[in-house]
């Protein structure tokens, strides 16, 4: 009988991914989100979508309405596709009672969350990452740090967002950012940046794919690159093995010119690497656990099209960036269309024009609409009681 899977955030690409990729090995894919016109809506590969009350505004009525899709569709498997696993991971103990799920405990996604939590769990494992502390007043280690070039980070935070980069002796409360713990200053490494996404079941590593964003936009990527480091690979084995993890898991890392690797933060959620996924393998890795993979060869190049549609404006006004992202795009595949799911060329003009009113109405950027409603910004979460995390498919 085929598996029963619920997605949630439908609106944001990965969904898609998974979606495609599930319904290819023959599951019953359903999904779910809380805008009313989503993604995944216009995808074959979707039996069934729901809109959901959004869980940052409404974390109560969102639980039920995702019992009661469970329920109703009687879902075999759990799939967070963002920043929603969070949410999700509060009432763990509830959806257990139903299904399955593919994310690991609240706890441990928090700790990976917090950038510094994160910094400190991965440096008491012996694995290299930058000097790091809490941005606070009168600290000793802070005043060491600032005697060479850094970063300032919002300890939560997603997407490159709220980074400042300070010179060498530049006070930081000259950079307007509290100093109450809630940020943190880091040592900034020279290097290149590169990305991971893994698919992780209880402490092993099914499939890690690691890439280079190879247009960048502002602090996203709409580029993607395939690439291989051992080093990396070793320390995410490392992490994953140590903490138990078990779901989705990406990394930021920094390769400096002699070929250390250090991890920036940490993202406990899907992030770019997905598409370059096979999605033979990512639907095994997921549902299949105790099977071999199937050996199909990654995609060396991705694209999110319409992300770079949304910066014509800046690649106009500097023409070096716009014939780099052109060569880049007409190498990579795009993420969304696809000839054998049609229905996605136009849906998604239409998602994207609800993405441009609710940005309008919100007054907010476009590139927080994949993030609206979803996103973790430090609300207290009531943490399940009991989970200990042996969860899975």
Partial sequence: MAKRILLTSGRVPSALELARSLARAGCYVVVADSYPTFLCQGSRAVARSYVVPPPRLQPASYELAIIDIIQREKIDLLVPA?????????????????????FTDAELLLQCHHKQNFNDMAHAMGLPVPDSTPLVKDSRVVQ????????????YSRG????????AGTDPQSCDVPLDGSWLIQKRIAGETLCSFSVVQKGRVMKTQLYRPSVTLGSI???????????????????????????????????????E???LECNPRITSGIHLFHPDVLAQAILNPERPLPQKAARTRAQIILGVMTALPD????????????????????VIIDWSDPGLLLYQLKCYLYFFRTCRRGRFPLSSCAMDGIEWNEEPLRIAQGNTGEIGA
Avoid: M, N
């Avoid at 963002?82 to 593919?102: G, P």
């Fill in 82 to 102: 963002s920043e929603e696993v969070l949410y999700l991971a509060t009432f763990a103990d509830e959806i257990k009672k139903h299904c399955a799920f593919f």
């Fill in 144 to 155: 060491k740090l600032v005697q060479d070039d850094y970063v300032l980070k919002r300890c």
């Fill in 160 to 167: 490159g967002q709220r980074v400042i980069f300070a010179q």
């Fill in 221 to 259: 990527g709409v580029v993607f690159q395939s690439i291989r480091d051992e080093r990396i690979e070793q320390w995410i084995e490392t992490f994953v093995r140590t903490s138990a993890y078990h779901g989705f898991l990406s990394f930021d890392f920094q390769r400096t010119s002699t070929g």
């Fill in 261 to 263: 690797v250090l991890a």
């Fill in 315 to 334: 690649l106009w006004a500097s023409p070096r960036l716009a014939w780099k992202t052109l060569r880049e795009c007409l190498r990579a595949r795009d």
